[in-house]
């Protein structure tokens, strides 16, 4: 690690992660399921997705400190059906859910063409591209659909239903990192408005409304009662009302409303679901998918796009790697002192 004039230091991507998991275990986590949620939120600084890096560190703390969810859980992975597989969180995170039936997953899909992974009983609080990403790096495309809490009024509503129900989606680009975008379906993710409370900056209007339904640009108001926006109107709501019904109503998850941790003090964690699917191009006339995905971001690129999903974040990523993930020298102290260092 060294240090710069900014009061920021740089680490390596494996000892952050050795430091997060660090922390998970100490406040109750297994290791496995430490090791699985530090590599996910390292990855997320690493990317520069700072509303899901070590960002959401206090949070997880929290949660796990309520007993809100089970840190040690081991999900139980049921092979339903040919191109289904079920999987119970036991009221444990989801992504663990995932590691565990990440490899049948790709298996099916390739045996079937297209397979599905429904999870429940879970607790996601992360970004959701990395969800998809290792499947598209295979050759496989990708789609992952999660619902949180309630905080996001449908199209016309009057108060909160939805949570911000993100859907992520991968493909594989012939020569390239994979094409993979990760968007809520609220006008906002939640971890931006918080962070923007937290640093006292303005949203712009038609982000969220406040605890009487009114219009409002302060994310505080969002958070103290009120209630973020659909994206795009009556499209968004539509579309995370999509959400509601695959994370949850097929998975046999709760929905975002469905939930109430009143009893649980310091939880932030949505008790939800989560579905994945994952197709095999090379089945079908599609056998030369990431040769015509490359045509399309061609195509995108002569129409002005300059910069695909994903862009961005491989651009940080390979800074990140060759620099180090850069934080502020007093996020490291407090990660320190979570991991018990000082």
């Known amino acids: 690690m060294q240090s710069d004039q900014h009061q920021q230091t740089r ?6 992660s050795a430091l997060l998991a660090r922390i998970f275990e100490r406040h109750g986590t297994s290791k496995e399921v430490a090791a699985i949620l530090a590599d996910n939120c390292a990855s997320a600084q690493r990317d520069g ?3 899901h890096g070590i960002f959401r560190i206090p949070g997880y703390v929290s949660t796990l400190a309520s007993g809100w969810v089970d840190g040690k859980a081991v999900p139980e992975v049921t092979d339903a059906a040919p191109g289904f597989i079920s999987a119970d969180a036991k009221n444990g995170f989801a992504q663990p859910a995932l590691a565990a039936a990440k490899d049948l997953l790709a298996k099916k899909a390739r045996a079937n063409g297209i397979a599905m992974l429904a999870i429940h009983n879970s607790h996601h609080f992360a970004a959701l591209w990395p969800d998809v990403e290792p499947f598209a790096r295979e050759g496989l495309v990708a789609l992952a659909f999660v619902n949180s809490m309630a905080c996001v009024v449908p199209y016309g509503g009057k108060h909160a239903l939805f949570g911000t129900n993100p859907i992520a989606f991968a493909a594989p680009r012939e020569g390239h990192d994979p094409l993979v ?17 937290r640093e ?6 038609g982000y969220g409304v406040d605890r009487d339904g009114q219009p409002t640009c302060d994310p505080k108001a969002i958070l103290d009662g009120g209630a973020l926006l659909t994206f795009g109107g009556y499209k968004g709501s539509a579309l995370s009302m999509m959400v509601e ?12 409303f469905d939930f109430d941790w009143k009893s649980h003090p310091g939880a932030q964690t949505p008790w939800t679901g989560q579905l994945l699917i994952v197709i095999d191009p090379s089945k079908g006339a599609g056998h030369n998918f990431a040769q015509r995905t490359e045509v399309l971001v061609r195509q995108m690129q002569a129409a002005g796009q300059e910069r695909q999903p994903g862009d961005r974040r491989y651009h940080q990523r390979a800074q990140s790697e060759r620099d180090g993930i850069a934080i502020s020298k007093q996020e490291l102290e407090r990660l320190q002192d979570l991991a018990g260092y000082s």
């Not at 975008?181 to 409370?197: K, P």
């Not at 006292?200 to 209007?205: T, V």
């Open 200 to 205: 006292g900056k303005q949203l712009p209007p």
């Open 49 to 51: 997705s700072d509303s």
């Open 245 to 256: 019904l695959l994370a949850a109503a097929l998975t046999g998850g709760n929905f975002s």
């Open 11 to 16: 680490i390596l991507f494996t000892d952050l």
């Open 181 to 197: 975008f990760d968007l809520a379906t609220s006008a906002i993710a939640n971890g931006d408005v918080q962070i923007a409370a």
